[in-house]
């Protein structure tokens, strides 16, 4: 696997971490060096077994079959976290009107209620609906459109207890392009480090452009961005490589 490769996936693996940062930035909630150095470690570590993982496969399959089905792999990751980001997005626009007949109030894209008290004032929601929501309050998507959740003291500082949650959020939402990275032969040392860096710098840039600029980058964009970031890697894995 070319290091342009490696780039491109340490990019979409860390655009929600940009988003996460956006958001805090935004929101003026800070994120202190421990708590991004820890949730970095977290998503290199993630990082490090799933690419072991593909690792693992590679060595039963020949190069060509390996090739592909690890391009195959990413690709397939890249379509699948567009889809759900689409999914999401139309539930949350369905959350929306609903609280709009409902009138509960919305000041801002971050400030959604949760699942709870949406449920508490609208009998019609379905158990399934409402176990869907409660998957969603533990994704990091939620972190991007309500950054005081993982707030629990209301201390306006993030700690390294508190972003447990987050940390783990983000490094599952990557862990399929890990395996398939693994697959292609990536390099796993190269991999963990550059995702490592990358996610510091994401969390750290963001912040800053949120915090002085009032910059905003949705769930949506995040989502989508990742994933079509995803599927040109795995084209570029499976023609160029």
């Known amino acids: 696997m070319h290091f342009i490769s490696v780039f491109l996936l340490s ?20 994120i202190g060096l421990s708590t991004n150095l820890f949730i970095a470690f977290i998503s290199a570590l993630g990082t490090y077994l799933a690419t072991s993982v593909g690792e693992d496969i590679n060595k039963s399959l020949n190069k060509s079959v390996a090739n592909f089905i690890g391009s195959a792999v990413i690709v397939g990751i890249g379509v699948w ?79 390294v207890r508190e972003s447990i949650a987050l940390a783990f959020g983000l490094t599952f939402n990557n862990l399929g392009s890990g395996i398939g990275a693994g697959i ?44 079509f970031l995803m599927i040109a890697t795995g084209i570029y894995e499976y023609f160029v490589v």
Request: net charge positive; no cysteine; hydrophobic share 40%.
């Open 11 to 30: 990019i979409s693996a860390n655009v929600d971490n940009l988003a996460v940062g956006i958001a805090y930035g935004f929101k003026k909630i800070k």
């Open 81 to 159: 976290v567009i889809r759900e980001t689409l999914k999401r997005e139309r539930k949350r626009t369905k959350m929306l009107l609903r609280m709009q007949q409902m009138q509960i109030p919305v000041t801002t894209r971050f400030s959604l209620p949760s699942s709870r008290a949406v449920m508490e004032q609208s009998p019609a929601i379905t158990t399934e609906e409402f176990s869907q929501e409660i998957i969603r309050e533990f994704s990091y998507a939620t972190y991007i459109e309500n950054p005081a959740k993982a707030d629990i003291d209301k201390s306006g500082y993030i700690d």
């Open 184 to 227: 292609s032969e990536v390099n796993l040392i190269v991999m963990t480090l550059v995702t490592f860096i990358f996610s510091v710098l994401a969390i750290t840039g963001g912040y800053v452009l949120g915090d002085r600029f009032t910059t905003r980058l949705s769930g949506f964009w995040a989502g989508t961005i990742s994933g």
